[in-house]
């Protein structure tokens, strides 16, 4: 076999994973959409459907995948099953608040909480991991930090729904990271988790006569069925993206989501002023900076393999982790 037909293999794997990790970040982008096709439902509603038609549609990814094993192991642990109750807190907080965004008219806020995620990783790192920034990543923390600060001060209003999306994501990712679980069965066993309460939730809005599923005809009851797949599928996809891809290729993937999510805003006519201007440019500045030390560093490590020498040690938590919204 030659050399150019021994790589065939790994140059197709390649080719699959790129595909399936910029659907997956595509997905990711277009949320919005979705959520304001269904937004004649509350943000609740909305959560708690998402929440419990992700339960069958896991338990069938999980029956083709043959993870079965790996919930049954997660669930003999209580340290695993603790942590993930925590986790299901985390990521039903941030997707209630990315739904409230959505359905209020604050895309460009909750794409501006996505695009500081990753900055948000590196100083989670040194506060809570006690690592060592490099100098370019603190510059690019301090860049986005500026950032926030001009939109606080130019648009008068403390951007709380971008922090608190960044933050609970960040927190979910450093936890799950620290969890001996995989994505598909630790996502299935943190919507059981919450699945008697969004259930128990919209059996009493019903009664109340509250609910919009049921009331909106089959279309609508359809759509907010399709928040189960939409929320499954771009995980799966993640999933089988990061076993083709570097982490280095996956980071500047991740960037699709926020852009898709800040196209769309300015598409539904929210209101970009100069201070969002300003806001944004450092915002895009820091992660240019995060994102071009990030390739120095990984070409210093191969280089470094190659020469059979260890690797100087990176910062960790800053590579990619599987989207919440």
């Not at 900055?119 to 690019?140: K, S």
């Not at 001060?153 to 679980?181: D, E, N, Q």
């Not at 771009?234 to 898709?260: C, K, N, W």
């Not at 990030?294 to 260890?310: D, I, T, V, Y």
Request: net charge positive.
């Amino acid at each position: 076999m030659s050399a150019q037909g021994a790589r065939t293999p790994e140059e197709a794997a390649v080719r699959v994973g790129l595909a399936c990790g910029i659907a997956a970040y595509a997905i990711w982008g277009v949320f919005p959409v979705y959520f304001k096709a269904v937004e004649g439902a509350s943000a609740a509603e909305i959560l708690a459907h998402r929440i419990l038609w992700s339960v069958p549609v896991g338990a069938l990814v999980l029956f083709v995948r043959r993870q079965w094993p790996e919930v049954a192991a997660a669930l003999a642990s209580p340290r695993v099953l603790a942590m993930l109750a925590v986790t299901a807190i985390a990521i039903s907080a941030n997707w209630l608040i990315y739904i409230i965004a959505v359905v209020s008219d604050r895309v460009l806020e909750a794409s501006l909480g996505y695009y500081i995620n990753p900055l948000m990783y590196v100083a989670a790192g040194v506060f809570i991991m006690r690592e060592t920034l490099r100098r370019a990543q603190v510059i690019a923390v301090a860049l986005a930090a500026i950032g926030v600060l001009t939109l606080t001060i130019g648009a008068g209003a403390f951007p709380w729904m971008a922090l608190a999306l960044a933050f609970l994501f960040t927190a979910y990712g450093y936890l799950r990271k620290t969890t001996p679980v995989g994505a598909m069965p630790g996502l299935f066993i943190e919507t059981c988790l919450l699945a008697p309460v969004a259930l128990v939730y919209l059996v009493l809005l019903a009664r109340a006569g509250e609910a919009a599923f049921g009331t909106r005809g089959a279309g609508f009851d359809a759509l907010l069925m399709l928040a189960g797949p939409a929320t499954v599928a771009p995980l799966v996809l993640f999933a089988l993206a990061a076993r083709r891809l570097r982490l280095s290729t996956l980071g500047f993937l991740q960037y699709i989501a926020p852009t898709g999510q800040f196209l769309l805003g300015l598409y539904y006519g929210e209101a970009f002023t100069l201070a969002h201007a300003f806001a944004f440019g450092f915002i895009w500045l820091g992660l240019a900076v995060f994102s071009l030390d990030a390739a120095r560093a990984n070409q210093a490590e191969k280089l470094a393999r190659a020469a059979g020498a260890p690797p100087a040690p990176l910062t960790k938590g800053a590579g990619p982790s599987p989207k919440s919204s």
